[in-house]
């Protein structure tokens, strides 16, 4: 079974650049996540999806920040203008459901943004 | 609030056992979940605790107590390829969100 997938793995922009990040989740996975990991932090939520509906965004920095989950199966996220302190690591995570029975998030590998 | 703390690194020679800790907030606290994250890579879930008491996975077991809002990780039988960060995350408001602690990293000395 394929995992999360994401790219790019690496993205070195200019502050003000815009910024895109695609996820693709686990086939049949219907909840969708995107965290940034600081370096030496845990990983943040930005928002959570329940297939194309946005349900969490409170973490969401909305005057620069958007996502998308158009079909409710792969998702966009992007950063317009970008800052010198949105560099990270974006994570894409899946779930079949937020209420399974561990609560396992399944994580795609990230991707690193620096933003010169 | 939702926060949780745990130490910020750990140091310990293969074979060895090691504790990590995990104190957290109680406000919306569901579970507790422990997950494992080797340098540039994902986070790898490795077990949850809803209830009270141990839950045993091979050699790693985490351990839930509610009473004192505390958790802890335990790994036996350290291995050099288990040098990683390890979060603890509290599952809260039924299952909607987690919360990861800032993390733990394990270094494991020949």
Known sequence: EAGVVQSPRYKIIEKKQPVAFWCNPISGHNTLYWYRQNLGQGPELLIRYENEEAVDDSQLPKDRFSAERLKGVDSTLKIQPAELGDSAVYLCASSPNPFSKDNEQFFGPGTRLTVL | ?110
């Open chain 2, 1 to 110: 609030g939702q926060s949780l703390e745990q130490p910020s690194e750990v140091t310990a020679v293969e074979g060895a056992i090691v504790q990590i800790n995990c104190t957290y907030q109680t406000s919306g606290f569901y579970g507790l979940s422990w997950y494992q994250q080797h340098d540039g890579g994902a986070p790898t879930f490795l077990s949850y605790n809803a209830l009270d008491g141990l839950e045993e996975t091979g050699r790693f077991s985490s351990f839930l107590s509610r009473s004192d809002s505390y958790g802890y990780l335990l790994l036996q039988e350290l291995q050099m390829k288990d040098s990683a960060s390890y979060f603890c995350a509290g599952v809260y408001n039924q299952g909607g969100k987690l919360i990861f602690g800032q993390g733990t990293e394990l270094s494991v000395k020949p």
